[in-house]
């Protein structure tokens, strides 16, 4: 190789490792919070026990041994009954020892239902952002407030890495009643086989209903119709789906509120929007539920903000829709409309 072709190759090679210095430092508080991310699930991966570990320890309880034991039924359901995706996922059991483990933080503009959203590698934009680490968490919190966002932090009952790492039944999972945690497991089993990039409503609207559906499927096939796991669950199915109308109807009330009043001023909007969300939580009481519950008492102290209104747009609003496409289009067959989507949506 002569001299001026290894002059050129390396500049092409000072160039590129300048480039990709540059990359970093642009991106550094992305790949910095990747790392602190992927530090956290693998602590997690790493400090699970394969479910085996607790099923043969005489000490475990029996009431956790048999919810366990429910899980990998509704895997395997899943996997042979609905056509999800098999992988590793759920076969060991992180215990959190009482402990939350993850917050999720969301944000709204505050006259307008409109996610603030980050933008990731693969999986592209979303409107949320995780943290192991709580104080992270509610540090971004209180600089999205500081910036006049409206900012809620939540605990998720669970997560998807969608095939980046082994997803673990998480200790907490197992307090759920069987329908709940059916619903839980097969909704995160839809992500790691239907993911959409920069589609959050589409892809949370979709596993929230295949979730549920599955479940009830699950539990007739598991109990029977007649059983009180199957009421219990659809009883409170009926009531969500009370709340989340509710809610939803709440949402375009506020939207043609921030809409009607563009050009009034901060405490004039501020006042209108307090009395439209009081009025909303108000209202809730009157709804008909089962359970007797009376929703409003949780926003006694702290009326929700456009961020909690938001995330029942993104998990909820294409209920009816996907309820009408998979009654009319695939007759109730909901191992087809699944199908139907892994074909039409390649994973990942």
Do not use: C
Request: cysteine-free; proline content about 3%.
């Amino acid at each position: 190789m002569n001299k001026r072709v290894s002059k050129i190759i390396r500049k092409i090679l000072l160039v590129a490792i300048a480039l990709i210095l540059v990359l970093a430092l642009m991106n550094w508080r992305l790949i910095r919070y990747g790392v602190k991310q992927a530090r956290g699930q693998l602590a997690i991966v790493w400090n699970a026990r394969p479910v085996e570990e607790f099923l043969e320890d005489a000490s475990f309880p029996d009431t956790l041994r048999q919810k366990l034991l429910l899980v990998e039924e509704v895997r395997r359901f899943a996997i042979d009954s609905l056509g999800l995706k098999d992988t590793k996922n759920y076969k060991t059991l992180f215990d959190q020892k009482g402990k939350e483990i993850m917050w999720v933080v969301t944000a709204s503009e505050p006259f307008q239902l409109k996610p603030k959203e980050w933008k990731f590698p693969i999986v592209g934009t979303v409107p949320y952002k995780g943290y192991f680490d709580k104080d992270d968490a509610f540090a971004l919190a209180q600089k999205l407030e500081d910036e006049g966002w409206d900012v809620s932090v939540r605990n998720p009952g669970g997560w998807s890495t969608l095939g980046w790492f082994t997803d673990p039944i998480l200790s907490d999972m197992l307090e759920k009643s069987d329908g709940e945690l059916a619903s839980l497991i097969i909704h995160e089993m839809v992500h790691a086989t239907i993911f959409v990039k920069d589609s959050v409503n589409f892809n949370e609207n979709l596993a929230s209903f295949i979730g549920d559906r599955g479940a009830e499927a699950f539990l007739i096939y598991r109990f029977g119709e007649q059983s009180h796991q199957f009421s219990e669950f659809i009883d409170d199915d009926k009531d969500y789906t009370t709340y989340v109308k509710h809610i939803l109807h709440g949402t375009k009330l506020l939207d043609s509120l921030y809409q009607s009043m563009v050009n009034e001023p901060l405490a004039e909007k501020t006042m209108l929007k307090e009395a439209m969300i009081r009025r909303i939580v108000d209202t809730m009481d009157t709804l008909d539920f089962s359970s007797g519950k009376k929703p409003s008492a949780r926003f006694k102290v702290k009326l929700p903000n456009n961020a909690y209104f938001m995330s029942f747009i993104h998990y909820q609003s294409s209920q009816e829709e996907l309820w009408k496409e998979w009654r009319q289009s695939f007759d109730g067959n909901l191992k087809a409309y699944i199908a139907y989507f892994k074909e039409k949506f390649p994973f990942l």
